[in-house]
């Protein structure tokens, strides 16, 4: 790694940041494309695209969305595929055509999918052929018209077997034939701002049925220069190689990865399947990377793969991690590998999604999800609405150009999730540390009330994260008739590992109050976990 990097000093910089520095996240591509013609954009299965073809093809995309589908400004559009080079390609098309792209996860169940596809009222879907089961069992309940079926390999022109199309589905299009069909037809480019809907990102749905956030080409644009202004070391305009083994569909990734860099003019591999040990580590240790997002369980199966020290990590600027809490053992782990922690950031789909970010070159593990991005205001609120003291917690509430307007019709939900100046009311509960660095404690939700005292899963799970034995662990409130409520703790054992219930209870009781001592331990095979990469407490309650 080059260790001449310079080190960021933007916490104390007071930078603001331009949110109409482009008037939509098109044109920030428009300008890639001219810039970086002949530069490798995508690297993925079937192939590879440079930015003129990526041009090209979501071009002619979009001249036949317009052409022959009648797709006008604002249309709901949903893209439901995994790291695909015809993600990036689908996207393009649809947001060049004016439309707004319903992001869709490719391995929702068929009520997740009808409830998505009826809120957002989605007439034209873009699908991978591996997920058409999902959409015949539930297309007849909703109000799709056209299906256009996405395979392996499309926009390369190589030839991959691909899942069949459900033969339920009649009269679905395929996207390799309408990038063909929309070459001699005619583009006519959208006048879009910043105001003009960009993407519908729905939440996970944890409280009940999931909701969009209703982001515009303003949010994206702005979240995207404020990263770069976050991390300039890692944004150098041409250089950078990006390893994206999150999914593009969360929005994570979709703007880091995808737009942020992708206006940078690098080159991006995408991992279309992170699950799969070989496609993880193969791309980074076939890319060359520089810069890379993950979850921390992603980082936590590098670091133990054989192969980690194939990877070349001479041209290595940053690991940003997301999504989920990143661990110090995990942390110092990938330190020992790179020379540099990992760069923990904080956000929510309804915040384009980053909100504060850890600055490069800073000493040893923080704990903390960093500082505020620029032109980005946060507060902490006690359960009065009054603003928590120094050193004490309160609800996360954020305000910047990056904040949605609200809900996608969801007006009621919008009153109660604002405060009545204009701060977005996250759920979180986080304490500044005396750097000004933010710290998450926990979810409101997940809080365990032991004989009324409060109980952060998050804590516990790192202290025992630090036990070799231990792969991942996670910890939920389950009822007692003592406390209330008392912790139960999930363990996964490393691969190899010996651990007993005792060993787990004393260290726990070395760093950690009686009432957080977990009460009872379970050993588990496998931590049940979202496509994210995010441990689901939710469904450990049940266990």
């Not at 792209?101 to 999918?113: F, G, I, K, R």
């Not at 490069?360 to 704990?367: C, L, T």
């Amino acid at each position: 790694m080059d260790s001449t990097m310079p080190q960021t000093v933007w916490p104390e910089q007071k930078v603001e940041i331009n949110p109409n520095a482009y008037s939509s996240v098109v044109e920030m591509f428009e300008q890639a494309f001219l810039a970086y013609p002949d530069k490798t954009a995508y690297v993925g299965v079937g192939g590879k695209l440079t930015y003129q073809e990526v041009d090209r093809l979501s071009r002619d995309f979009a001249a036949y969305l317009q052409s022959e589908l009648g797709v006008k400004r604002g249309d709901r559009i949903a893209l439901m595929a995994p790291n695909l080079l015809a993600f990036p390609l689908a996207m393009l098309g649809i947001i060049r055509a004016g439309a707004v792209q319903v992001n869709v996860n490719p391995l929702y169940t068929p009520h997740e999918l009808e409830h998505q596809l009826n809120d957002a009222g989605v007439e034209t879907i873009v699908i991978f052929s591996g997920s058409t089961p999902t959409l015949a069992e539930i297309i007849g309940n909703t109000p799709v018209k056209t299906v256009i079926t996405v395979n392996l390999a499309d926009g390369t022109g190589a030839e991959i077997p691909s899942p069949p199309v459900d033969e339920r589905l009649t009269k679905t299009l395929r996207f390799a034939d309408l990038l063909e069909a929309g070459e001699p037809m005619d583009f006519h480019p959208v006048d879009l701002n910043g105001d003009d809907l960009l993407f519908l990102q729905y939440t996970g749905g944890t409280t009940g049925l999931s909701k969009a956030a209703a982001l515009t080409h303003r949010n994206l644009v702005a979240n995207t220069e404020q990263t770069k202004e976050a991390l300039p070391e890692a944004m150098r305009p041409g250089q950078e190689v990006v390893v994206t083994p999150l999914p593009l569909y969360h929005i994570f990734a979709l703007m880091v990865n995808l737009i942020t860099y992708g206006s940078l003019g690098a080159t991006n591999y995408l991992v279309a399947n992170p699950r799969d040990p070989e496609q993880l580590i193969g791309a980074y240790r076939d890319s060359g990377f520089s810069v890379s997002t993950a979850v921390n369980t992603l980082i936590a199966g590098l670091v133990a793969h054989p192969d980690l020290e194939k990877i070349d990590f001479s041209n290595y600027r940053a690991m940003i991690g997301g999504g989920a809490p990143v661990q110090e053992a995990i942390s110092n782990r990938w330190k020992e590998k790179t020379g540099h922690h990992i760069l923990e950031g904080y956000g929510l789909s309804e915040t384009s999604p980053v909100l504060t970010l850890n600055a490069m070159g800073e000493d040893g593990f923080s704990a903390a999800v960093g500082y505020p991005l620029p032109s980005t205001d946060i507060i902490l609120l006690d359960d009065n609405d009054n603003i928590a003291g120094p050193g004490e917690e309160g609800e996360v509430c954020a305000k910047g150009p990056q904040v949605m307007n609200g809900y996608w019709n969801r007006p009621e939900e919008n009153k109660a999730n604002f405060t009545e100046d204009g701060y977005f009311r996250t759920g979180d509960i986080g304490v500044f540390d005396d750097k000004g660095r933010l710290k998450i404690v926990d979810r409101k939700k997940d809080m365990v009330l032991v004989s009324g005292f409060n109980v952060y899963p998050n804590e516990i799970e790192a202290h025992v994260a630090k036990l070799t034995e231990v792969a991942e662990c996670a910890a939920v409130g389950v009822p007692d008739e003592k406390t209330g409520e008392a912790v139960r703790l999930f363990i996964a054992i490393a691969a190899g590992a010996e651990l007993t219930e005792d060993q787990v209870i004393a260290h726990c009781r070395e760093d950690l109050a009686g009432y957080k001592v977990p009460k009872q331990i379970r050993f588990i095979d496998e931590l049940p976990k979202s496509t994210v990469g995010k441990i689901l407490r939710r469904e450990l309650r049940d266990v």
